[in-house]
């Protein structure tokens, strides 16, 4: 910033030197075309040097300018930017070198401040300034000081009738002009009109009481001059003092409105701020709005992916359920088969069971068979060898032989009869031990299709477990990515929905905590809610504050201009009864004029009888004060006391008047 501004100086030096440059060469041109020779006061203006501080000042202070010198000048003059302020202050100007000077002044706009004074310029050349004056609207100061331009009233006229159109001059020095009371008049006139004129110099003329007396009236319409000197114009006193007490007047009114002026702008600019401020809330609401509504969106983005992740887990429980039916059928299927095997089996083992036990009967009839079989072969063996012992009477006894064979043929027969007997019996115990591995062989490839089966059954379960546990594993791989995914995502945006987040990772481990969640969610929600239903009610009511104060404020201003308003109208009454008394004043002047012939004592009654007329419109303007002072409010106490001084200032000037009148009444 600091570069910036030494950058724009030096650019402004730059250019400043440029058009001194320009000037002084314009002014060298003119005066090689006129044959005059150059003043050493421009030639010695600085050339172009960015680092010198050009000065925006063109003095010609004591220099004696000619006629021609002058014309140069102000061919210079005409259309340059670089001086601010000519000063020709004792140059022996004359009528028609003023007119020259003003003549180029018309087309400059660059001269704020133009002095003339201690010059002869005389009603042409007031005529001159007269003219710029009606044209030039850049030109704040012009100061006319010991001139001559009050030798004829013309020329002070229209000095008087450019300032009733002019609206940027300032300054105005008419100091020892001799200016005549008419020519006064003229300039109080034109007072009328002007409201931007602030100091007028009219020190050392001839105004007079009848210029004194126009000008008290001129400023009682004029509410801009805040400096007027009269001193050492033959005014009376009492009107000098009445023109001290209007312009003091005028500053007091102009301290009031620059007052109202910055209590207006600092008004405006606590507006300003609070207007700011409410900008600041607004954009604050409008944020949180924002806000909230990215709450709320992402909220609606993670209730429809909860939405999804709820679906794809009904779907998977769905999956896990038809798992389970179709697990809980085969296990049913399973468990009829055990059943079934078992019911088998147990059917297998009865038969085997009973073939054991026809077996082991079996198995005691052939060893009782065998048993007597054996009894037989040992009978038999005691037979035949009680027959080999009885041989020798067997002979002898062939009848009891031929019985013995008989019997032995019967013997035989029957062990015949017995080996058939345990040839069907070990024909039996055959098929019964076929039957017996059959039924093994059977409740063994029963057995073995049992397990078979459920061997088969384990594995279409373990396929089952193992295709639910690889779908229930993928599906926990796609919620951990979609969470890791949406936990990224999550981590980038504020740290509020870090509870979100939270809930979306409680979601991986715990399915069942997602209704306390979205719960949790919509508390937020509400609490969201809330908050803005709050800062919206925290706005409203700082814009019916603000509302309010900008009414009050307004309010304050009406009454405050209500107030400057009355006290205006106050004052103009005051001034009224003020020149009415003047104007009685005068009359009982001019009545005692008249009667300075008479006695004393009618000379006293006569001084009585004013007195009297004097006390009565003093306690009539007593009454009228009082009656003013209980209008105005103690906040324009200040008003009060400028009334309090005026009306002891109107006081004294009575009494000095009365005084002055007895002084000369006594002499």
């Given at each position: ?36 020779p ?25 220099v ?40 180029a ?108 007396k ?36 005028n500053r ?44 709320k ?11 999804v ?15 389970a039916?179709?697990?809980?059928e ?10 079934e095997?078992?019911?088998?089996l ?85 098929k ?91 508390k ?84 009585v009888q004013?007195?009297?007329k ?12 009082q009656v ?16 309090t ?23």
């Amino acid at each position: 910033g600091g570069r910036a501004r030494d950058h724009a100086r030096s650019g402004r030096r730059v250019a400043v030197g440029v058009c001194m440059q320009g000037f002084r060469e314009r002014y060298e041109a003119a005066c090689a075309a006129l044959q005059v020779p150059p003043l050493s006061c421009v030639t010695s203006l600085p050339s172009l040097d960015p680092g010198m501080v050009a000065t925006t000042t063109l003095d010609f202070s004591g220099v004696c300018l000619p006629s021609q010198a002058c014309v140069a000048l102000a061919q210079a003059l005409r259309g340059d930017t670089t001086f601010s302020e000519l000063v020709l202050a004792d140059t022996s100007l004359n009528d028609a070198s003023c007119a020259v000077v003003c003549d180029a002044l018309k087309d400059n706009k660059c001269v704020r401040t133009l002095n003339l004074c201690g010059n002869n310029i005389r009603q042409k050349g007031a005529v001159s300034v007269a003219e710029l004056l009606k044209i030039n609207n850049t030109m704040t100061s012009l100061s006319l000081e010991w001139n001559n331009i009050g030798l004829w009233d013309q020329g002070v006229e229209t000095v008087a009738e450019s300032l009733s159109i002019n609206s940027t001059l300032r300054e105005l020095d008419l100091r020892n002009n001799k200016i005549s009371p008419q020519a006064a008049v003229s300039v109080a006139h034109a007072l009328h009109h002007n409201t931007t004129l602030e100091k007028l110099d009219l020190r050392w003329n001839h105004v007079g009481l009848l210029g004194g007396k126009a000008l008290i009236e001129a400023l009682k319409h004029n509410f801009s001059l805040i400096a007027l000197d009269v001193t050492g114009n033959e005014i009376p006193e009492d009107v000098a003092q009445a023109i001290e007490l209007a312009v003091l007047r005028n500053r007091e009114i102009l301290l009031t409105q620059r007052k109202n002026k910055e209590a207006n702008q600092q008004h405006q600019l606590n507006m300003q701020q609070l207007q700011s401020k409410l900008d600041e809330q607004n954009e604050l609401d409008r944020h949180n709005r924002e806000h909230c509504e990215e709450l709320k969106s992402q909220l609606d983005e993670t209730k429809d992916t909860y939405t999804v992740l709820e679906e794809k887990y009904r779907q998977e429980q769905q999956n896990n359920n038809t798992f389970a039916a179709k697990i809980a059928e085969l296990e049913s299927t399973l468990r009829v088969a055990r059943e079934e095997g078992a019911t088998a089996l147990a059917q297998s083992r009865a038969k085997f069971d009973k073939s054991a036990r026809q077996l082991a009967v079996s198995k005691q009839e052939t060893q009782a068979a065998q048993t007597k079989y054996r009894q037989l072969q040992e009978r038999y063996a005691q037979i035949r060898s009680k027959l080999n012992d009885t041989h020798s009477a067997c002979v002898a006894r062939d009848t009891t032989l031929a019985a013995a064979e008989e019997k032995m043929t019967q013997l035989a027969a029957s062990e015949k009869e017995w080996h058939d007997k345990y040839y069907s019996l070990e024909t039996t115990n055959k098929k019964l031990e076929a039957e017996i591995s059959t039924s093994t062989k059977a409740g063994n490839e029963a057995k073995e299709q049992f397990r078979q089966e459920r061997n088969t059954h384990e594995t279409q379960l373990r396929k089952l477990q193992e295709q639910t546990e690889a779908r229930v594993s993928e599906i926990s791989i796609q919620l951990k990515k979609q969470e890791e995914m949406q936990s990224v995502k999550l981590l980038q945006r504020d740290k509020s929905l870090q509870d979100l987040t939270t809930e979306r990772e409680l979601l991986r481990s715990q399915n069942g905590q997602l209704a306390q969640e979205v719960a949790a969610l919509k508390k937020a929600q509400e609490v969201l809610s809330l908050q803005q239903e709050r800062v919206s009610q925290v706005a409203r009511e700082q814009q019916m504050k603000l509302e309010r104060q900008t009414t009050d404020a307004q309010a304050q201003v009406v009454k405050v201009e209500g107030q400057l308003q009355a006290l205006r109208t106050e004052l103009s009454q005051m001034e009224a009864r003020l020149m009415v008394m003047q104007s009685e004043r005068d009359k009982a002047r001019h009545d005692l004029e008249v009667q300075q012939q008479l006695s004393k004592q009618s000379l006293d009654s006569l001084v009585v009888q004013h007195n009297a007329k004097v006390a009565a419109l003093e306690a009539k303007l007593a009454n009228q004060e009082q009656v003013a002072a209980q209008a105005v409010s103690q906040e324009r106490a200040h008003a009060e006391r400028q009334l309090t001084r005026l009306e002891q200032a109107l006081e004294k000037a009575l009494k000095l008047a009365f005084a002055e009148a007895r002084a000369k009444d006594a002499s």
